[in-house]
């Protein structure tokens, strides 16, 4: 089984960077694409950045309100899947998973049916 399992959320200050981690075992990382989506109470859940698999040349995309300010990057060595955050806005607060499918859909996931999803870590943006 593909286990994921996010880390690294805090409580910041707007304006402050944060990186979030996400770890796999079971399955290479880089044969799926990654996305990281994030929910706050009262929002639908969004995706935020997905970057593609390696067979998809690890294309990445944003939405659009986070273009610039965040990147999302793999390492490979460590099958881990990043999110950087910089410049958090309070408007960020939420709790942010990852998510490993096949084929990124903008920020978003294609097959979410047949996703694995880590347990989500929580990102405080505390003015």
């Known amino acids: 089984q593909v286990q994921l399992m996010e880390s690294g959320g805090a409580l910041v200050q707007p304006g402050s960077a944060l990186r979030l981690s996400c770890a796999a075992s079971?399955?290479?990382?880089?044969?799926?694409?990654i996305a990281w989506f994030r929910q706050a109470p009262g929002k639908e859940r969004e995706g935020v950045p997905c970057?593609?698999?390696?067979?998809?040349?690890?294309?990445?995309y944003y939405k659009e309100s986070v273009r610039g300010r965040f990147t999302i990057s793999r390492d490979n060595a460590k099958n881990t899947v990043y999110l950087q955050m910089n410049s958090v806005k309070p408007e960020g607060a939420a709790v942010y998973y990852c998510?490993?499918?096949?084929?990124?859909?903008?920020?978003?996931?294609?097959?979410?049916?047949?996703?694995?999803w880590g347990q989500g870590t929580q990102v405080t943006v505390s003015l």
């Open positions: 079971g399955a290479t990382l880089n044969d799926y694409a």
């Open positions: 998510a490993a499918a096949i084929w990124c859909k903008g920020a978003d996931l294609y097959g979410l049916s047949a996703a694995y």
């Open positions: 970057i593609g698999s390696a067979s998809s040349d690890g294309t990445t």
